[in-house]
């Protein structure tokens, strides 16, 4: 049972959530932010009991009706961080109500008497706003019946107007577009008033254009164009005009005006005979009769209603309506059901037989409006025959008379002539074949050009790299020649050192011989 009151919970938030999309556009951007801020709290904050996810529904309820109105109250303009949502229940307390409670309450025994806020049996919450434009109302209403089962009722999703929309639907046929421009449309007197009107006003514009008539003395017209004036001003378009003469700029905008006036009548003429022709055809029978044929009308066979009336509840029905509900009230929708079980049969077959026959009916018209498809087709191709074979005949004849008269012209050519022509023609070729000879010629002239271009380059690069091989090779022999200079400098050191030791050697051994 917790589960089940868990995922009604869980339903209740989503549905709620969504309105939240639809009021962002009453709030500023600051509101805005605050409201995403508590928005990501009560989606983000893990809820895994029954309580939390009352009170976090609680506060959903009550941000979107500050949302709808447009104001946060002094609550939601507060951080969401540092707010607890847990006690739901005394930041916005209970939903006073003055109806008495039913006879059925009393018969529960688990409901005890307790007027004791901490209790949790018998409370009550409920938030309720109307939408905007008499759209409907939506509310949360959480009931809470006994200490661990309690009831939820309605849910804001608007049954009644729901089921008025479909009963709506189903029993009142749909005005077609055409009717309602006929229902909208005025009188001939009225319709003829105001084509006389734009006709007097074409007549005042045009007297005073070839100057019969003076400014001052046509009123209307000055009216018009002030409005005219005012409407180029708006539109940014005037300034061409302010530079002109009064008579100058007073012919322009008349001349304006007289074309705008012009083309309104003119569509107003053509609307009229678009309508008047529309009301003139007779108008299908599915237009304004709603009535069924008697080729459309089908008898659904009555056996399939009976298992349906003579069926009783099944047990699995009769514990879950025990399970949620009281047990007098369950006995008296036994009983209204035992009583108006075959006439909710006989009305359900009658619907069922109205939607076969409306099906029926539309299958119908639409085959009838394709076979006036494929009758006016066929019409028309039959129309279209007669009229494709004089084309084509008559084209036959033109082609024949082309070809005699090319014949005729190439008969009366002389021997010169055609000689002159293949001249010419040769002539033209030759011509041709020069001009294609002098563009070929033209692209290659540029890329021997370009060839020339890149060799001079080619050339001016190799000649600097020459000279200054050439410079580093003039270097390099002078220091080759320094080197040999030294080395001969380094030899004949390296002699005179070796005949200086000589000498001594010999001195020495004279010396030597003497003693």
């Known amino acids: 049972m917790a589960r089940e009151i868990e995922n009604k919970l869980d339903e209740d938030f989503l549905f709620y959530l969504g309105f939240t999309n639809s009021y962002f556009k009453h709030l500023n951007k600051k509101d805005i932010d605050i409201c995403r801020a508590w928005l990501q709290k009560l989606c983000g904050e893990p809820c895994d009991s029954v309580d939390k996810k009352r009170n976090r529904n609680i506060y959903l309820s009550n941000l979107v009706l500050c949302m709808q109105e447009g104001k946060l109250t002094k609550l939601f303009q507060q951080p969401p961080n540092e707010i607890d949502i847990s006690n739901a229940l005394q930041v916005f307390g209970h939903q006073p109500t003055e109806v008495e409670p039913p006879e059925w309450l009393h018969d529960l025994s688990n409901v005890e008497d307790d007027e004791d806020q901490t209790v949790r049996d018998g409370r009550t919450y409920l938030a309720t706003r109307t939408l905007p434009g008499g759209e409907g109302a ?288 040769a002539l033209f070729d030759t011509q041709r074949n020069v001009e294609e000879e002098a563009e070929r010629g033209r692209i290659l002239t540029e890329q021997i050009n370009a060839v020339n271009a890149r060799t001079d380059l080619y050339r001016q690069v190799n000649d600097a790299s020459i000279r200054n091989t050439e410079a580093e090779n003039i270097t390099l022999m002078k220091n080759i020649k320094r080197l040999r200079y030294a080395i001969k400098q380094h030899e004949t050191t390296v002699q005179q050192i070796m005949a200086s030791h000589t000498q001594s050697n010999k001195s020495s051994n004279e010396e030597f011989y003497i003693y």
């Open 138 to 425: 939506f509310a949360y209403l959480a009931v809470t019946l006994s200490d661990d089962e309690p009831r939820w009722l309605g849910g804001g999703e608007g049954v009644f107007g729901r089921t008025m929309k479909e009963k709506f639907k189903e029993y009142v046929p749909p005005v077609s577009e055409v009717e309602q421009i006929l229902l909208r449309r005025k009188d001939p007197v009225e319709r003829e008033k105001i084509v006389s009107f734009y006709n007097s006003l074409l007549q005042n514009i045009n007297k005073e254009l070839e100057e019969d008539m003076s400014p001052e003395e046509n009123d209307v017209v000055n009216g018009l164009v002030e409005q005219l004036i005012n409407d180029l001003k708006n539109r940014g378009q005037y300034g061409q005009y302010e530079t002109m003469t009064f008579k100058k700029r007073r012919m322009e905008l008349l001349l304006i005006l007289h074309d705008r006036i012009y083309a309104r009548r003119k569509k107003m003429l053509h609307r009229h005979e678009v309508v008047d022709d529309v009301q003139e055809k007779p108008l299908p029978p599915s237009v304004f009769d709603t009535s069924v044929q008697e080729q459309d009308k089908i008898d659904l066979p009555a056996a399939m209603w009976e298992q349906a009336i003579n069926k009783q509840p099944n047990k699995k029905n009769m514990d879950a309506l025990f399970e949620k509900y009281p047990h007098v009230l369950i006995e008296k929708f036994l009983e209204l059901l035992a009583n108006e079980k075959e006439a909710i049969a006989m009305r359900m077959q009658r619907r069922h037989e109205n939607i076969v026959a409306e099906m029926r009916k539309e299958l119908r018209k639409e085959g009838e409006k394709g076979q006036a498809k494929v009758d006016e087709a066929e019409r028309s191709m039959r129309q279209a025959l007669p009229v494709l074979s004089a084309v084509k005949s008559a084209y036959m004849r033109q082609l024949k008379q082309r070809k005699k008269i090319e014949e005729r012209k190439k008969a009366a050519i002389t021997d010169q002539q055609r000689l002159y022509e293949q001249l010419r023609v």
